[in-house]
């Protein structure tokens, strides 16, 4: 039952880009048993609800991203790499050594953020709040979670 539940959903269904998900969890599918008998066990519907929950639940392209980012780097003077920014300077994302600005705080950096590259950085959870990143290039960041409240992006390109 649960398997047409989520082949019915439109984000779940198999037209999508993702691998088709096919969840079954009641006996009916291994067995005939009567309508009747179906649903006698509460403890069983309960216990196929939640093993629906983590399989689509890990399913997720949100958590397969994070389960896919490198260790956070254990460098010293990582934040103020950002000040440099991504030596190589291309927009593609290709990079010398990883640019782990990850739980960095720049609140409030006016001077030397400023038309720096930052591509393909990791800036999860990362605080820019009311920094000057005009004319800096932010290609292909990773920044789920980083807050940009009041930051100046003029003529900065960000995709």
């Given amino acids: 039952m649960l398997s047409r539940i989520i082949n019915k959903t439109p984000w779940l269904s198999s037209s999508s880009t993702h691998v088709p998900l096919r969840v079954t969890c009641s006996s009916s599918a291994s067995k005939r048993v009567p309508k009747s008998e179906e649903s006698s066990s509460p403890l069983r519907t309960v216990a196929c609800g939640l093993l629906a929950v983590c399989t689509v639940a890990t399913a997720s392209p949100v958590i397969a991203a994070n389960q896919r980012l490198p260790p956070l780097s254990t460098e010293p003077n990582r934040c103020e790499r950002a000040f440099v920014g991504n030596t190589i300077c291309q ?4 990079y010398n050594k990883p640019l ?24 999860s959870d ?19 979670g980083a807050s940009f409240k009041g930051t100046d992006f003029s003529n900065a390109v960000l995709d």
């Fill in 100 to 123: 782990d600005l990850r739980f960095c705080d720049y609140t409030n950096e006016k001077s030397n953020l400023k038309g720096k590259s930052v591509a393909a950085a990791l800036m």
């Fill in 91 to 94: 927009a593609n994302g290709v």
């Fill in 126 to 144: 990362a605080k820019f709040d009311g920094a000057d990143m005009s004319e800096a290039v932010m290609s292909k960041a990773y920044a789920v």
